[in-house]
């Protein structure tokens, strides 16, 4: 069975900082991992996704992500955030024998403060 | 690029109505559509797995009675909520996985009160 943890459920941080937000998965086969953006009463927007080759993944709105498989994790990373990046951000995990279902984390609510 | 669309946004319902959402795949086919359920602040919780052509796959503590899933075309999967009581409020959102690439892309949602 797969499973994906986001060790922080709320990251407050300062407008231009830098911001990672963390997240971990357990699965025994081979992943794609994907990271969701989901802004209050909206649908999820894709982030970025890793599929395979390059472990560093840039996605949209300067996002960036690490696939790092020998520590099971793909972080997010942004180098200066805006106060638009508020929202709520997912992880999540498939694997080709999974008929492409999602295994979701619990969410990072991000809140960004001038 | 890989738009997907539900409808309605949202809707209110008296306590035994049945309320049928249509989420539909705009610029690309898709075999396989799935709903998910959010409650506030939480996490989307996977109901079903919808697949054109076939019955739906439901997951574990969901009825199928209760939600009724159709995907009669590439591009468009129902979810309906039959004989809705208040516990059924809640944020219900589609996606659809891209044929091609497998990426799953996701609506906008859907807000159902039942009052």
């Known amino acids: ?85 508020t929202a709520e951000y997912f992880c999540a995990v498939s694997s080709r024998n999974q008929g492409g279902k999602l295994i979701f984390g619990q969410g990072t609510e991000l809140s960004v403060k001038p | 690029g890989a738009v997907v669309s539900q409808h309605p946004s949202r809707v209110i319902c008296k306590s035994g109505t049945s309320v049928k959402i249509e989420c539909r795949s705009l610029d690309f086919q898709a075999t396989t559509m799935f709903w998910y359920r959010q409650f506030p602040k939480q996490s989307l919780m996977l109901m079903a797995t919808s697949n054109e052509g076939s019955k739906a796959t439901y997951e574990q503590g969901v009825e199928k009675d209760k939600f009724l ?24 959102i589609c996606s659809a996985r891209d044929l091609n690439e497998g990426t799953q892309y996701f609506g906008p949602g859907t807000r159902l009160l039942v009052l």
């Open chain 2, 69 to 92: 899933i159709n995907h009669a075309s590439l591009t468009l999967s129902t979810l309906t909520v039959t004989s809705a009581h208040p516990e059924d409020s809640s944020f219900y």
């Open chain 1, 1 to 85: 069975a797969q499973s994906v943890t986001q060790l922080d459920s709320q990251v407050p941080v300062f407008e231009e900082a830098p911001v990672e937000l963390r997240c971990n998965y357990s699965s025994s086969v081979s992943v794609y991992l994907f990271w969701y953006v989901q802004y209050p009463n909206q649908g999820l927007q894709l982030l970025l996704k890793y599929l395979s080759g390059s472990t560093l993944v840039k996605g949209i709105n300067g996002f960036e992500a690490e696939f790092n498989k020998s520590q099971t994790s793909f972080h997010l990373r942004k180098p200066s955030v805006h106060i638009s990046d």
